[in-house]
């Protein structure tokens, strides 16, 4: 099991930019292919981004591509997601998760059902 806590959301006008972080404990994530999602009010939880253990595979949504950015840091624990040009549709909850330990070091998934651990969320808002 990993624990994983996100932080950086916060609240910016439409246009701006946030960097979201989650940190894992308990157990390194280079292990783990890891992936962002994000649920707004009264909506399911929906895929973000996904990158695999060696970042070499990376998926994006394709309401995010090119304005979001995905990377990790497996040294450091640390998962980031790079928001750029953010929408008010944008608004929402923003989770990470990892993914089965000792997964193929290539794959990434889009599935929330692939992951099997998550942080508590942080939140993001985007004013009009």
């Known amino acids: 099991q990993v624990q994983l806590v996100e932080s950086g959301g916060g609240y910016v006008q439409t246009g701006g930019s946030l960097r979201l972080s989650c940190t894992g404990s308990?157990?390194?994530?280079?292990?783990?292919?890891m992936g962002w999602f994000r649920q707004a009010p009264g909506k399911e939880r929906e895929f973000v981004s996904a990158?695999?253990?060696?970042?070499?595979?990376?998926l994006y949504a394709d309401s995010v591509k090119g304005r979001f950015t995905i990377s990790r840091d497996n040294a450091k624990n640390t998962l980031f997601l790079q928001m750029t040009s953010l929408k008010p549709e944008d608004t929402a909850v923003y989770y990470c998760?990892?993914?089965?330990?000792?997964?193929?070091?290539?794959?990434?998934?889009?599935?929330?059902?692939?992951?099997?651990?998550w942080g508590q969320g942080t939140q993001v808002t985007v004013s009009s």
């Open positions: 990158i695999s253990r060696n970042s070499v595979n990376i």
């Open positions: 998760a990892a993914g089965a330990s000792l997964s193929n070091i290539y794959y990434a998934g889009r599935g929330s059902n692939e992951y099997d651990n």
């Open positions: 308990g157990r390194s994530i280079r292990w783990s292919p």
